[in-house]
């Protein structure tokens, strides 16, 4: 075991992320319980010692808990000048907003978010944050502004290389479009979606994307058309155990 209590912190976290990883919540808590007990750990450590408890918390869906963490990283962050810990709380604080429907609050952090990452250059905040204020213009009915940050978000993963992320954000912006009534600027989205999500292979984006586009053209003068769609997905739904709930009239 390491003498600088920093390295063994730091070393005790990843342990953690490994551990709950790996489906073993109990070596997990140990790990970060390990990291609390260790003194001498600088407020930059300690900032991410309350991030891996609350990011734990999240996985067992105890928001409270887990928003409560967050709080305490971020303030411990700001107080020892991490930036990068500081834009990675206001971000996780912000996906446990969208998930209370607390949109508001959302958008403020993933928006602060997004100023201190881009400051830092860490990209992968950048990106996460313009698709979470996304989200939260989209759940309160501002679909031009959501559209404009879904389109920014796909292409900051694109540049990533991040084709998962790419495919989620290229969907939710059809969504948008769809929204607003642009039905073949959505079709033209969802399809480029469902192209990535197939060489992927990812079964539940499929699933997703022909959803979206069924149900855009069972909504649209060529109903005849979302029948492949409603048949792919309601396949690969079964193969999953996963919901399905478009039918066809």
């Known amino acids: 075991r ?24 109990v070596r997990a808590a140990t790990a970060i319980d390990e990291a609390d007990e260790l003194k001498g750990v600088s407020p930059s450590i300690r900032s991410q010692v309350f991030a891996a408890r609350a990011r734990l918390e999240l996985e067992e869906s105890h ?12 303030a411990t962050a700001r107080t020892a000048g991490n930036r990068f810990s500081e834009a990675s709380a206001l971000l996780n604080l912000s996906v446990i907003n969208l998930q209370l429907n607390h949109y ?12 201190i990452a881009r400051m830092i250059e860490a990209q992968v905040l950048i990106e996460r944050a313009l698709g979470n204020a996304g989200w939260a213009y989209y759940e309160t009915g501002d679909y031009q502004r959501a559209l404009a940050n879904f389109n920014n978000a796909a292409i900051s993963a694109a540049s990533l290389g991040s084709t998962i992320d790419e495919e989620h954000w290229i969907n939710t912006a059809g969504m948008s479009q769809a929204r ?3 039905l073949d600027a959505a079709q033209e989205r969802y399809s480029r979606a469902l192209i990535i999500a197939r060489s ?16 855009l053209f069972l909504h649209g003068p060529y109903s005849q058309k979302a029948e ?4 792919e997905a309601r396949s690969l739904a079964q193969q ?5 709930d478009i039918q066809l009239g």
Do not use: H, T, W
């Not at 209590?5 to 490994?18: F, H, K, T, V, W």
């Not at 928001?63 to 971020?74: D, H, I, P, T």
């Not at 999953?240 to 399905?244: C, E, K, V, Y």
């Open 180 to 182: 607003l009534g642009n």
């Open 2 to 25: 390491s003498a600088d209590p920093d390295l063994a912190a730091e070393r005790l976290c990843l342990l953690s992320l490994a551990y709950a990883q790996k489906n073993d919540p």
């Open 240 to 244: 999953s155990g996963d919901a399905f």
């Open 63 to 74: 928001f409270v808990e887990a928003e409560s963490l967050f709080q305490k990283s971020l």
């Open 104 to 115: 508001e609050d959302a958008l403020e952090q993933s928006v602060a978010c997004a100023r």
């Open 228 to 231: 492949k769609y409603v048949d």
């Open 200 to 215: 992927l292979k990812n079964n539940s984006e499929i699933a997703q994307v022909d959803q979206a586009l069924a149900s």
